[in-house]
């Protein structure tokens, strides 16, 4: 199974301070037939259910506000809040959809206000 | 509007069975794939099981083959998982997920029910 690992556990950014996310595979999940790299990011609030954000490793889902980017290629990645909002408080996940089954998620980075 | 309901969950004790469903509304059920994603406690997200549109194909977490079963309804528009044996371990929130397309492989996840609670305990 492609194991998925994240930094950093968790971080705190100030208001309109941009927030860094990053996600690592334990090989690659870039599909060269069509190059694409099979990764999505979930944003997960307090009592809610996870929320798709990026799919395709930079492709924002319909809604997503633009602040969210999602960039990287093979085993590195990353998510991008460029101006961090309240409401951005949640933990984030990156999961991969290259191996399946499993498909398999990293282990959520938090962020917080600082 | 797409939507998820779970329903199903409870406090089961150890080794005990017991059935989650989820009834999805607001798109073509038999054109996407399904899933059962559950996330501990306090922890991370685990897939558990998919099933693809016709239930041609299926699978399983290594952590509960053999004994869950997910199976689907298209006629109800209904999505199931049989939890057999049951152990502390599964004790979980349980989402249901559709995926992006027919096929079970290669699947994210979108969008997700509110999921029910599953507490395995004596």
């Known amino acids: 199974d492609i194991v998925m690992t994240q930094s950093p556990d968790s971080l705190a950014v100030s208001l309109g301070e941009r927030a860094t996310i990053n996600c690592k595979s334990s090989q690659s999940v870039l599909y060269s037939s069509n190059n694409k790299n099979y990764l999505a990011w979930y944003q997960q609030k307090p009592g809610q259910p996870p929320k798709l954000l990026i799919y395709w490793a930079s492709t924002r889902e319909s809604g997503v506000p633009d602040r969210f980017s999602g960039s990287g290629s093979g085993t590195d990645f990353t998510l991008t809040i460029s101006s961090l909002q309240a409401e951005d408080v949640a933990v984030y996940y990156c999961q991969q959809y290259y191996s399946t089954p499993p498909v398999t998620f990293g282990p959520g980075t938090k962020v917080d206000i600082k | 509007e797409v939507q998820l309901v779970e329903s199903g969950g409870g406090l089961v004790q150890p080794g005990r069975s017991l059935r989650l469903s989820c009834a999805a509304s607001g798109f073509t059920f038999d054109d996407y794939a399904m899933h059962w994603v559950r996330q501990a406690p306090g922890k991370g997200l685990e897939w558990v099981s998919g099933i693809s549109w016709n239930s041609g194909s299926i699978g399983y977490a290594d952590s509960v083959k053999g004994r869950f079963t997910i199976s689907r309804d298209n006629a109800k528009n209904s999505l199931y998982l049989q939890m057999n044996s049951l152990r502390a371990e599964d004790t979980a929130l349980y989402y249901c997920?559709?995926?992006?397309?027919?096929?079970?492989?290669?699947?994210?996840?979108?969008?997700w029910g509110q999921g029910t609670l599953v507490t395995v305990s004596s």
């Open positions: 997920a559709k995926g992006p397309s027919k096929l079970v492989t290669h699947n994210w996840f979108d969008p």
